[in-house]
């Protein structure tokens, strides 16, 4: 399996935006239509989507459902989507997966409510991935504004055990920042859990898709991909086509 790149879509009042270390204060507007965005993904060859519903994830209900519906919709049956942001109850899961995501995020529902996620992987297996956020190796909840006193591996093992198809790990530090991803602390979070691991934060370049390659074999399955596609500092499908020996 080589590493999934995967483009994200930030929903934020039904507009596709990117935030700067998750400050809702501080979002750039990219698309006012994000099903063209998925479209447009898909024909630069992505093989997964991440849609995200910012104002979800705040309030801790879905928010942007028209347009997750649409984006699924563009993104067809041969392009999986996995869905988070204020996902806290197995009614939401369900309604998601029913409306055509692959894959439901849980984040700080995970953290808080630690019954909801073993529910939902015994109801949905292989669908459910949980969303770890960290900074200086702690975990943070509630759309990252408050740390919790959690260590990063100490509960990634236990959604291991909960039986969790895959950890997107994101270091709030760098998310927006395009300051590069923390390799080293992703590495150390994959080799102590044996499902895949999705990097998120700080892809800046093509460098950080050589260097996540070189770690792939340490459980790195795959990159979350915003700011830098956005702003034409990664070109989809050259990364692409390097991962596919191409380039």
């Known amino acids: 399996m080589s590493l999934l790149l995967i483009p994200a879509i930030d929903l934020k009042d039904g507009q596709c935006v990117r935030l700067q ?7 750039t507007v990219f698309s006012d239509r994000p099903a063209d965005m998925a479209a447009h993904w898909k024909s630069q060859g992505a093989k997964r989507l991440h849609v995200v519903d910012l104002n979800g994830a705040v309030a801790g209900r879905p928010k942007n459902e028209s347009a997750v519906r649409a984006i699924i ?26 409306d055509g995501a692959s894959f439901v995020v849980i984040g700080t529902a995970a953290v808080k409510n630690p019954g909801l ?18 900074k200086d190796g702690k975990v943070a909840t509630d759309g990252w504004s408050k740390l919790s006193g959690h260590e990063v591996i100490d509960l990634a093992k236990k959604f291991e055990d909960d039986g969790v198809s895959a950890i997107l ?27 895949p ?26 990159a979350i991909l915003g700011r830098a596609l956005y702003e034409g500092q990664l ?13």
Not at 21 to 27: P, S
Not at 235 to 244: F, G, R, Y
């Open 21 to 27: 270390q998750g400050d809702m204060q501080k979002a």
């Open 73 to 98: 919709r563009a993104a067809g049956d041969d392009l999986p989507v996995q869905i988070g942001g204020g996902i806290r109850d197995l009614e939401t899961i369900e309604t998601y997966l029913d």
């Open 117 to 134: 996620l073993k529910d939902a992987c015994a109801a949905f297996p292989d669908q459910i991935i949980v969303s770890i956020d960290a």
């Open 169 to 195: 790990y994101t270091d709030i530090g760098r998310d927006g920042m395009m300051s590069g991803v923390n390799v080293e602390a992703t590495v150390r979070l994959a080799q102590a859990v044996s499902i």
């Open 197 to 222: 691991i999705l990097a998120s934060g700080g892809v800046a370049s093509i460098k950080d898709i050589r260097d996540l390659m070189e770690v792939e074999s340490e459980g790195v399955a795959g």
């Open 235 to 247: 070109d989809l499908a050259q990364a692409q086509a390097l991962i596919d020996g191409q380039a």
